[in-house]
């Protein structure tokens, strides 16, 4: 039998044809799978793009650093997360802006905010400097700083190196009193971030709470110049200036323009702004008002501690018996903060409380007893043997109380330190031994700081050495010291009927001496340089 050939009565073919209407179907289903996977990928792109959009834009607004602009950059990390909630840089940097508006501005519903999102982010495993600079921030608030500062070591050992870190590291060692070294970190800091207002504020204030006023002021100017519209540098730097004795009417216009923003003010910028009215109703002799600006400023923000310390001041000022207890209080609320201890006792001593001021410089010791400073080869010393500041403060207040011998052993710890207090520790040594009528020993330290050149910078240690060359019987070199002295007198704004008296006064102890010719040259030459 002839094999068939699959026709008509033969037998089929095994392979079924494809029909065309189900290759049409299988193609369109690979159209549509292809079409959404198009649409997926260009949707996945698009959101990052969002994302990416979002994310840059708070970061700038964060930079800014007033309220409203970390406001707006957590607006717009609420609209990142809708699009993606797994953002986890975008989850650290929500932690750390809300712990600014917490700790800085002292906003407390941004607490729960802050370590919410600082959870999120770790859970997440975001590697950037916000989520390690928060996490830091929220320890030493957390009274915990020697754990925050272990903490940052380690992530220094793991190479982790940011300005977001050196800030963190700089707050860290302030609340640890390492004062020196916070220093350097926060320098570290500003010189990366040179853009930000954010960190030579914190560095200016810093050093306004150690009372160096005018690098206070150098690094708030730094700050305005990065931002001139932002609002904390543009008060404390008000602030820093009125301690400096200066910027009277630039620190009065500064509160008349916060008072018209004051909607845009948080606690912590309202109660500086209460705090820098009371400093300039201080420097213009106002206490009461000073007083009543200082705790309304308190009524806002109670940590603001220089407020308490304006009050204190006011008290002090008005010989007020409550002023030790309000010094205390505002030490309590800043320990580690010098400016309070150092500026406060000449205040308590002046105000006739020279037990209190040395009760306010014992606690000063008690807090820094135990930091350590280093030291050439490797070593470290105790930073109270560097601390030459705190030894004539000391020293001062001693020789006050008439324990002479106590304050003769705070100037020679003074000089020992060879700090920045040197000159002012000689002269105060100096003067003690004349008070004893030792002038062989006095000499030498004032000659030091009082050179003939007339290059000293101390009016009053060529005043003393006018004293001591009298009391030798050397009445021509006596005069031009005093001569010299009157110069830096009159150069530093002393006024012309105060440099007056002290020019008759010269003439009668010269006249008395039974020197009337040189008193005679004295008198002329002295009217000449107050003409």
Same mark, same amino acid.
């Given at each position: 039998?002839?094999?068939?050939?699959? =026709?008509?009565?033969?037998?089929?073919?095994?392979?079924?044809?494809?029909?065309?209407?189900?290759?049409?179907?299988?193609?369109?289903?690979?159209?549509?799978?292809?079409?959404?996977?198009?649409?997926?990928?260009?949707?996945?792109?698009?959101?990052?793009?969002?994302?990416?959009?979002?994310?840059?834009?708070?970061?700038?607004?964060?930079? +800014?650093? =007033?309220?409203?602009?970390? @406001?707006?950059?957590?607006?717009?990390?609420?609209?990142?997360?809708? %699009?993606? !909630?797994?953002?986890?840089?975008?989850? /650290?940097?929500?932690?750390?802006? =809300?712990?600014?508006?917490?700790?800085?501005?002292?906003?407390?519903?941004?607490?729960?905010?802050? #370590?919410?999102?600082?959870?999120?982010?770790? /859970?997440?495993?975001? +590697? @950037?400097?916000?989520?390690?600079?928060?996490?830091?921030?929220?320890?030493?608030?957390?009274?915990?700083?020697?754990?925050?500062?272990?903490?940052?070591? *380690?992530?220094?050992?793991?190479?982790?190196?940011?300005?977001?870190?050196?800030?963190?590291?700089?707050?860290?060692?302030?609340?640890?009193?390492?004062?020196?070294?916070?220093?350097?970190?926060?320098?570290?800091?500003?010189?990366?971030?040179?853009?930000?207002?954010?960190?030579? &504020?914190?560095?200016?204030?810093?050093?306004?709470?150690?009372?160096?006023?005018?690098?206070?002021?150098?690094?708030?100017?730094?700050?305005?110049?990065?931002?001139?519209?932002?609002?904390?540098? +543009?008060?404390?730097?008000?602030?820093?200036?009125?301690?400096?004795?200066?910027? #009277?009417?630039?620190? /009065?216009?500064?509160?008349?323009?916060?008072?018209?923003?004051?909607?845009?003010?948080?606690?912590?910028?309202?109660?500086?702004?209460?705090?820098?009215?009371?400093?300039?109703?201080?420097?213009? !002799?106002?206490?009461?008002?000073?007083?009543?600006?200082?705790?309304?400023?308190?009524?806002?923000?109670?940590?603001?501690?220089?407020?308490?310390?304006? +009050?204190?001041?006011?008290?002090?000022?008005?010989?007020?018996?409550?002023?030790?207890?309000?010094?205390?209080?505002?030490?309590?609320? #800043?320990?580690?903060?010098?400016?309070?201890?150092?500026?406060?006792?000449?205040?308590?001593?002046?105000?006739?409380?020279?037990? !209190?001021?040395?009760?306010? %410089?014992?606690?000063?010791?008690?807090?820094?007893?135990?930091?350590? &400073?280093?030291?050439?080869?490797?070593?470290?010393?105790?930073?109270?043997?560097?601390?030459?500041?705190?030894?004539?403060?000391?020293?001062?207040?001693?020789?006050?109380?008439?324990?002479?011998?106590?304050?003769?052993? /705070?100037?020679?710890?003074?000089?020992?330190?060879?700090?920045?207090?040197?000159?002012?520790?000689?002269?105060?040594?100096? @003067? $003690?031994?004349?008070?004893?009528?030792?002038?062989?020993?006095?000499?030498?330290?004032?000659?030091? &700081?009082?050179?003939?050149?007339?290059?000293?910078?101390?009016?009053?240690?060529?005043?003393? $050495?006018?004293?001591?060359?009298?009391?030798?019987?050397?009445?021509?070199?006596?005069?031009?010291?005093?001569? $010299?002295?009157?110069?830096?007198?009159?150069?530093?704004?002393?006024?012309?009927?105060?440099?007056?008296?002290?020019?008759?006064?010269? *003439?009668?102890?010269?006249?008395?001496?039974?020197? @009337?010719?040189?008193?005679?040259?004295?008198?002329?030459?002295?009217?000449?340089?107050?003409?």
């Amino acid at each position: 039998m002839a094999a068939t050939d699959g =026709n008509h009565g033969g037998q089929r073919d095994w392979r079924r044809r494809e029909s065309l209407p189900s290759a049409l179907l299988q193609v369109g289903v690979v159209a549509v799978l292809l079409a959404g996977a198009v649409t997926y990928v260009v949707h996945r792109g698009s959101v990052r793009q969002q994302v990416e959009a979002r994310m840059k834009a708070a970061r700038t607004l964060a930079q +800014r650093d =007033n309220p409203a602009d970390l @406001s707006k950059a957590l607006t717009e990390l609420d609209a990142l997360f809708q %699009l993606d !909630g797994e953002a986890r840089d975008a989850q /650290a940097l929500a932690a750390e802006v =809300n712990t600014r508006l917490w700790l800085e501005h002292r906003q407390p519903e941004a607490e729960a905010r802050a #370590r919410e999102h600082l959870a999120r982010a770790e /859970a997440l495993d975001s +590697r @950037s400097g916000e989520r390690y600079g928060a996490r830091a921030m929220v320890l030493v608030a957390e009274g915990k700083a020697a754990e925050a500062e272990k903490y940052l070591e *380690e992530l220094k050992t793991q190479g982790a190196k940011s300005p977001k870190l050196a800030l963190a590291e700089a707050q860290t060692l302030l609340a640890r009193g390492r004062l020196s070294d916070a220093r350097q970190a926060f320098s570290r800091a500003s010189e990366t971030a040179w853009r930000e207002p954010r960190y030579p &504020v914190a560095h200016g204030e810093a050093l306004l709470d150690e009372g160096m006023y005018a690098q206070a002021a150098e690094a708030l100017k730094k700050a305005t110049a990065a931002n001139p519209d932002h609002l904390r540098a +543009r008060l404390s730097l008000a602030l820093a200036r009125l301690y400096q004795g200066e910027g #009277r009417d630039e620190a /009065a216009k500064t509160v008349s323009d916060m008072k018209a923003r004051e909607a845009e003010l948080t606690p912590a910028l309202k109660a500086r702004a209460s705090t820098v009215r009371a400093a300039l109703a201080l420097a213009e !002799g106002r206490t009461d008002e000073a007083r009543k600006d200082a705790e309304e400023a308190l009524a806002t923000s109670p940590d603001e501690h220089h407020a308490l310390f304006i +009050r204190a001041r006011a008290l002090a000022l008005n010989k007020d018996p409550g002023a030790r207890a309000a010094f205390q209080e505002a030490v309590a609320k #800043r320990r580690t903060a010098p400016l309070l201890y150092l500026d406060g006792a000449p205040a308590l001593q002046q105000a006739g409380d020279g037990e !209190g001021a040395l009760a306010l %410089l014992d606690g000063y010791e008690a807090v820094f007893r135990d930091v350590q &400073v280093p030291a050439p080869e490797g070593k470290t010393v105790a930073a109270l043997e560097r601390d030459d500041r705190y030894w004539l403060a000391r020293g001062r207040v001693l020789e006050a109380l008439a324990r002479a011998d106590d304050a003769m052993a /705070a100037y020679d710890r003074a000089l020992a330190a060879k700090g920045v207090s040197m000159a002012r520790a000689q002269y105060a040594k100096a @003067s $003690l031994l004349m008070a004893r009528k030792d002038y062989d020993a006095a000499r030498p330290l004032l000659v030091e &700081v009082a050179p003939e050149n007339g290059m000293g910078s101390m009016p009053e240690a060529y005043e003393a $050495l006018g004293d001591l060359l009298f009391a030798k019987g050397e009445f021509a070199n006596g005069c031009q010291s005093y001569f $010299l002295g009157m110069s830096r007198f009159r150069l530093q704004g002393m006024p012309r009927e105060t440099l007056k008296e002290k020019v008759s006064n010269v *003439e009668q102890r010269l006249v008395a001496a039974g020197q @009337s010719s040189i008193a005679k040259a004295w008198r002329t030459e002295a009217e000449a340089l107050l003409q």
